[in-house]
Structure formats: C-alpha cells, structure tokens
C-alpha cells in the first residue's frame, strides 16, 4: 500500500513539472513582447538604421574600391538616395 501512494505522488509531481517551465517560458514571453511594443519608439529606429546599413553598405564599398573616401562615398550614396526619393515623389 505504501508503495502504490509513493507512485501516485511521483505521477503528480511530474505532471506538475511539466506544466511550470511552460507556464514561465509563456510568462516571459508575454513579458518580452509587452516590452518590445513599450519601447517600439526606441526599437523602430534602431531596425530602421540597421536595415539601412545592409542596404547603402554595396554602394559605398564599391566607391570606396574606387578610390573615393569611405565618408564621401556615405554622402554620395545618401544624396543619391534622398534624390531618388524625393524624384519618385512627384
């Protein structure tokens, strides 16, 4: 008899082990995105200027390949850029 209380307990005990490292993963990610949402006004940028950076990285290693320093390469493909926008706008 005392064995068969002895297993009951252990059955418990692992189904509630199992439901509390789920119940924190959803805790903390619940957690996580309240925050990235809190915070988009920091985090938008941030995405944005790195987006950025892969996509104006080609163009200003191929003029700095060329010869033209790396910051006039930069101001270059920005004017370009802000150029081609603001021609498309209209």
Do not use: C, N, Y
């Amino acid at each position: 008899m005392r064995f068969a209380v002895a297993a009951r307990r252990d059955r418990r005990t692992a189904t509630t082990s199992g439901v509390l490292p789920v119940f924190l993963f959803l805790a903390v990610a619940f957690m996580i995105g309240w925050l990235l949402v809190a915070l988009k006004f920091i985090f938008l940028p941030m995405l944005l200027a790195l987006f950025a950076t892969f996509l104006f990285s080609p163009p200003v290693e191929w003029l700095h390949r060329r010869g033209l320093p790396r910051p006039l390469g930069i101001a270059i493909t920005l004017g370009l850029t802000a150029a081609a926008i603001w021609l498309g706008g209209q």
